[in-house]
């Protein structure tokens, strides 16, 4: 196994960080970037904002924002000119459901697995249009891709208009067909919008094969950014149609697509510039060989979890990344266990719940050492036995 790398990171060495899907963690050197490019704007904003950044006003398509726009596109497989910087994947679901048109009846598909508020964002839509949103139940455990697919597809009707899903859920940590439904979805007609949330760095992504209408990711997770780093991509048949979330200079300069959809006023644009920085310390650091690693012993300790809390497994090995969910046992205080971790071992773990059920998300990353999961599982039994 590869040496564990935790120096290399900002995070507090007296703690054990073993929630990184809810907010990631940046390396020293990739948060050095972000500010430096923070320093190169406070030396001269305008020379910054309107020559450096995007070269007067995006009319020329260089400058660094152009370089990070672009070194992301190629990470995705996915075409640059569809791609808009966002701060985070709320924000870009939300400008995706101000600009699609619903009318009276249409409904929205997406799975009983969806984040809670992009489900929020997506009944507010539904209820101001008279249009219907729909949660498929997916039970648990989940058989295999192929039944998933076909049993969500039953699902649909003529009156569906969109459909929304993540690619890895948040609670439940599966990682979803959305390959399979987008293709489908296609064909019929139907408007696709993938909540990638966890997806960019964790997993490898080829936006072009997905094929979805609207593809988001946080980058701030799994790429090693820091926070308020996302990217929405929009497909080309979309883009014409697509509304400003928030107009500006851009309605009148009219730059490219991507600009015309981040440009909001006065920005820091520093996180998404570290983009590059962020890549390359992936590289530099065998982050493929590392996710390999991760995530075997990811799955080795989730089956003991499983064991411990006399559980079954909610999905075969097929559904995972570098993050799993496992049962609890049905009587867990959520928020007791949560704040136990914490003020007794100093660990941050994520525990939550779908539908009735506790459940702790379990995580594993370069900074982490298999100990930090044992002591985990010990601190759970500790915790039972009070
Ligand atoms: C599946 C999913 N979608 C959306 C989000 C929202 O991300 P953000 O708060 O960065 O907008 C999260 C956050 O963890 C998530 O897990």
Not at 32 to 43: F, H, P, S, T, V
Not at 94 to 106: E, G, H, P, T, V
Not at 130 to 156: G, N
Not at 304 to 320: G, N, V
Request: with cysteine.
């Amino acid at each position: 196994m590869l040496a564990n790398i935790r120096s290399e990171f900002l995070l507090d060495p007296d703690i054990h960080y073993l929630n990184h899907g809810s907010f990631g963690a940046c390396p020293r050197e990739v948060f050095r970037d972000y500010q430096n490019w923070q320093r190169i704007l406070e030396r001269n904003p305008i020379d910054y904002y309107t020559r450096q950044l995007k070269g007067l006003f995006g009319k020329k398509a260089s400058g660094p924002l152009e370089e990070a726009r672009t070194a992301l596109a190629d990470f995705v497989n996915a075409d640059a000119a569809g791609m808009i910087f966002t701060p985070n994947v709320t924000v870009a679901l939300n400008a995706i459901a101000n600009s699609i048109k619903l009318q009276a009846d249409d409904e929205v598909l997406a799975t009983d697995h969806e984040y809670g508020t992009i489900v929020a964002t997506w009944a507010r839509k539904c209820t101001q249009n008279d249009a219907i949103l729909k949660e498929v139940e997916i039970d648990l455990p989940v058989s295999t891709q192929a039944e998933f697919v076909d049993y969500f597809w039953k699902q649909v009707t003529p009156n569906t208009k969109v459909i929304v899903m993540s690619h890895i859920t948040s609670a439940t940590a599966l990682v979803l067909p959305v390959k399979e439904i987008c293709q489908r979805a296609r064909k019929a007609g139907i408007i696709t919008v993938i909540d990638g949330a966890h997806a960019v760095g964790q997993i490898d992504l080829d936006l072009e094969n997905i094929d979805a209408d609207f593809y988001t990711s946080n980058c701030h997770k799994w790429l090693l950014t820091p926070k308020g780093t996302a990217f929405l991509h929009v497909h080309a048949t979309q883009r014409a149609a697509f509304e400003p979330l928030v107009i500006s200079w851009a309605e009148i300069n009219q730059p490219s697509f991507s600009l015309r959809h981040e440009m909001w006023g006065t920005r820091d644009m520093a996180a998404f510039l570290c983009i590059p920085a962020a890549l390359r310390f992936r590289e530099k650091h065998n982050w493929k060989t590392r996710h390999r690693e991760a995530r075997a012993l990811l799955y080795e300790f989730r089956d003991k979890f499983s064991i411990e809390f006399d559980r079954e497994t909610i999905c075969d090995q097929s559904w995972l990344a570098q993050i799993a969910g496992v049962l609890l046992p049905a009587e867990t205080k959520l928020f007791e266990l949560w704040q136990y971790l914490w003020e007794e071992h100093r660990i941050e773990a994520m525990i939550t719940r779908w539908r009735e059920e506790p459940i702790i998300r379990l995580s594993y990353n370069a900074y982490n050492t298999p100990d930090e999961l044992d002591l985990l599982l010990q601190a759970i039994r500790q915790y039972q036995n009070l």
